[in-house]
């Protein structure tokens, strides 16, 4: 019966998961609000389809923030992370530190004593690592400043939350009284339990430190060993048993699991074995993300939220307001640009998933009384469910209101029979193709939707305008009517199928040059009728090519020769595969003969050169003829 309820419970879920998240990302919501609002809708105060078991479906789907925690360490080798010491330190610490410093005040001031108000404002000065990177990411917004500093708050807060499990138990005021109720924070026995309040700090340090000297010393020979077996499914049971072995140990002296795991990942994250990790554990994460966003929707006490609604609703705002207003005057503080500025104080006000664990260590630690604690979990999980709609509302309304916009009076000084090129999109690629043109006297208009790029650009004196490239007045007003050629590029495949329809739509005379991501982005553009399409990874990969062939022997003009006629090959398949690429069998096949055919033809033009004997020495005359250089006749 149990094993029939286990699989009734874990269908409903996958299947609020296919149905729900779908539905919000084709609506613009993104993945976690859907999560979240199908947890709503199965909860027990909807559907209820899910009920009591959702305090243990949330306990087994935290894990997938313990997995999280363990790949964002594995990401941060320790010479990375001091690197961003400024803004970790300087930035994080400011934030945990001011926010838990007004959040306390305020507690205080509610007659609250001390110590319970200090370990209030120290939980809710967290935010949520798992709502905002995911949609960060979803949103490819995680490598923008405002990205970057939201990411490097949330690391700090991360590793603040070791030092709070080991303070909270200094802070004990109440009676040792196991609470009541369907709210238990009461936790299975532990190796510190009945210890001083000093004799767990020692303990939680600890253990702290034998995860540093394992990882260290212990865990590369044993994955080593391991990995020797040359079985995928054993390596990826030994990094499962890894981290459920790290988050068994910081249970037993009541540490966060998920901040045992990250110490563990930035101890491996310069191991050979690193990116293995990555991608066995991967999949399990996102899984298990997802079935806790759902369940956090599931658990929200729509009960206790009706019965104080007034008192809630007023505790979500002033949290909202009080850590935007503190990620406000931070931000400036940084000297962050205003879109970037919008973006950090909209990712960061919401509480946090370690708010959860911090507020049961603290009913646990006899800190804060059981029905303070669930009125505050209520919060939190109102504050996380508001996130994605922050998102959205920095997105959508405050952004295109208040954010960077093109200047008009900029904008009537562009000289269009000027600037016969427009470049949209002025990242690592762009910067390339138009540096090279201003280097060879050519006028270009930069369109660009980066704002602190932007303003650069124009503190150099080039003509950039910030806005979304894909409008067509935007076009017309940077000289598009009298441009002679459009170069795209453009990060995103949408953003780059949207300027390529207006521009053929509004300027069919420019000639589009369009950067392509990859072979698939490529036959995307082919099928969209762009005919000069460069796939940005091409050319310095053939010039790796190239060099490596030259490091193994092979003489330089042979190695030139044969990186030309891949490339003049690779592009004539490309189109050829691009006309039948949704025909997958027949694609198949003829990629295999493409490959079959380019191998053989690589392979006789080497045999026919050899046979000549024409690369065994270099002449001028060969020189100038394939690299176009002048040199004297002598």
Request: with cysteine; hydrophobic share 55%.
């Amino acid at each position: 019966m149990a094993a029939q309820e286990l699989f009734v419970s874990a269908f409903i879920y996958l299947a609020t998961a296919v149905i729900a998240v779908p539905l919000a990302r084709r609506l613009g919501l993104g993945s976690v609000l859907g999560y979240l609002l199908g947890g709503i809708v199965i909860g027990p105060h909807a559907l209820g389809l899910a009920g009591a078991e959702g305090q243990n479906v949330m306990h087994f789907a935290e894990f997938g923030v313990v997995l999280m925690l363990f790949l964002i360490g594995l990401e941060l080798q320790p010479q990375l992370l001091w690197g961003m010491r400024t803004a970790v330190l300087g930035l994080g610490g400011l934030q945990v530190l001011i926010t838990a410093a007004a959040i306390t005040g305020i507690a205080f001031a509610a007659d609250l004593v001390w110590q319970m108000a200090l370990a209030i404002g120290l939980s809710l000065a967290l935010s949520s690592t798992a709502i905002v990177l995911q949609t960060l990411k979803e949103k490819n917004l995680l490598r923008t400043d405002g990205g970057q500093s939201a990411f490097a708050v949330l690391l700090f807060q991360d590793i603040a939350v070791i030092p709070l499990l080991a303070v909270f138990p200094l802070l004990a005021t109440l009676p040792e009284v196991r609470p009541d109720g369907a709210h238990s924070y009461a936790a299975a026995p532990t190796w510190v339990e009945g210890l001083p309040g000093w004799g767990q700090t020692l303990a939680v340090l600890g253990a702290v430190l034998v995860i540093i000297i394992v990882g260290r010393f212990l865990l590369r020979p044993v994955l080593r060993y391991i990995a020797r077996a040359r079985l995928h499914e054993i390596f990826t049971a030994a990094a499962l048993l890894l981290v459920i072995g790290i988050a068994l140990l910081m249970d037993q002296v009541g540490l966060s699991p998920a901040l045992g795991t990250f110490l563990a990942g930035v101890v491996l994250a310069n191991s050979e074995f690193r990116h293995e990790l990555e991608s066995d554990i991967d999949p399990f994460k996102g899984l298990l993300l997802g079935v806790f966003f759902i369940a956090v929707g599931a658990s929200i006490d729509f009960v206790l939220i009706t019965r104080q609604l007034g008192l809630i609703a007023a505790l979500v705002a002033a949290l909202l307001v009080v850590k935007t207003a503190i990620l406000l005057a931070l931000a400036r503080a940084f000297r962050m640009g205003v879109d970037q500025t919008l973006l950090f104080c909209f990712a960061l006000p919401q509480s946090g998933e370690f708010a959860f664990v911090l507020l049961a260590f603290a009913v646990q630690s006899h800190v804060v009384s059981a029905d303070l604690a669930s009125l505050l979990i209520a919060v939190v999980a109102l504050t996380m469910a508001l996130t994605p709609l922050l998102f959205l509302l920095q997105e959508r309304v405050l952004r295109p209101r208040i954010g960077t916009r093109p200047s008009a009076a900029r904008q009537s000084d562009v000289a269009p029979e000027e600037n016969p090129v427009i470049i949209a999109g002025f990242g690592d690629f762009g910067n390339v193709v138009g540096r090279l043109l201003w280097a060879n006297g050519l006028g270009c208009t930069v369109l660009d939707n980066d704002s602190d790029r932007v303003d650069l650009l124009r503190q150099m004196g080039l003509q950039v305008y910030y806005g979304d490239a894909t409008r067509a007045d935007l076009l017309r007003v940077a000289g598009a009517a009298d441009a002679k050629l459009l170069i795209i590029a453009l990060e995103e495949p949408d953003e780059v199928s949207r300027l390529v329809e207006v521009a053929r739509k509004h300027f069919p005379h420019l000639r589009i040059f369009s950067r392509a991501r990859g072979r698939l982005h490529a036959y995307q553009l082919l099928e969209e009728g762009v005919e000069n399409v460069y796939r940005q990874t091409l050319d310095s990969s053939l010039q790796l090519g190239m060099d490596a062939l030259r490091a193994l022997g092979f003489p330089a003009l042979q190695a030139r020769r044969s990186v030309d006629a891949f490339r003049r090959r690779d592009e004539e398949y490309l189109r050829e595969l691009a006309a039948i690429r949704h025909d997958r069998e027949t694609y198949l096949n003829r990629a295999r003969e493409f490959i079959a055919e380019l191998e053989h033809l690589l392979k006789t033009e080497r045999f026919e050169e050899a046979a000549s004997k024409r690369d065994a020495a270099w002449d001028a005359e060969s020189l100038r003829r394939e690299f176009g250089t002048r040199g004297s006749s002598d």
